[in-house]
């Protein structure tokens, strides 16, 4: 669990904050923030106001990124700076199961290193063999990662409809899954 903790000073016309978080993504990818939640504020206050939100829908481990959006009650809103919580190293290297499975034409891939800075691939093949894509092929820190593809291959045309396999390799860590492009 993660508890956000969080004040103003004074409050005019605050309809309240969307709580947005962001999982840590590679440095060659763009995150995307996801609303967790919505604390509705005090409309106008003068004195402070104290927030909390607990987050119970995150990972065991892995880095987030939170940021509030402030809503005033005629629809205009503003950000805040961003805050990382790190919730630490996964006690062994994984990689999940796509998301969405069946796809088109996005998917993600989730996978943890749990091990010093790690040699770390994960490569798409079709069903013959052949390779699709490279999607990692870099020296990684311990972490919870999230990787999309594109449904593109390294050509940058896009995949045929079909069964693909994506094999991740950490050091002695080997572990292959299937995924479906659908069209």
Do not use: C
């Not at 390779?131 to 919870?144: A, N, Y």
């Amino acid at each position: 669990e993660i508890q956000l903790i969080w004040e103003t000073e004074t409050e005019v016309n605050n309809y309240g904050f969307e709580i947005e978080r962001q999982k840590s993504a590679l440095s060659s990818q763009k995150a995307e923030w996801n609303k967790v939640a919505f604390i509705e504020g005090y409309g106008n206050s003068n004195s402070k106001r104290n927030y909390s939100f607990i987050d119970k829908t995150a990972d065991i481990s892995g880095k987030y990124n939170y940021r509030l959006k402030q809503i005033d009650i005629d629809g205009e809103y503003k950000y805040t700076e961003s805050v990382e919580v790190d919730l630490g190293i996964p006690n062994k290297f994984d990689v999940s199961q796509n998301y969405p499975n069946p796809f088109n034409p996005n998917t993600t891939i989730e996978f943890g290193i749990a091990e010093k800075a790690t040699d770390v691939s994960i490569k798409i093949y079709d069903i013959t063999g052949r390779l699709v894509h490279t999607l990692v092929d870099e020296r990684m820190i311990p972490g919870r990662y999230t990787i999309t593809w594109d449904g593109l291959t390294q050509n940058g045309v896009r995949a045929a409809s079909g069964i693909y396999i994506y094999r991740m390799i950490a050091g002695q860590f080997v572990e292959s899954r299937k995924m479906l492009l659908l069209k």
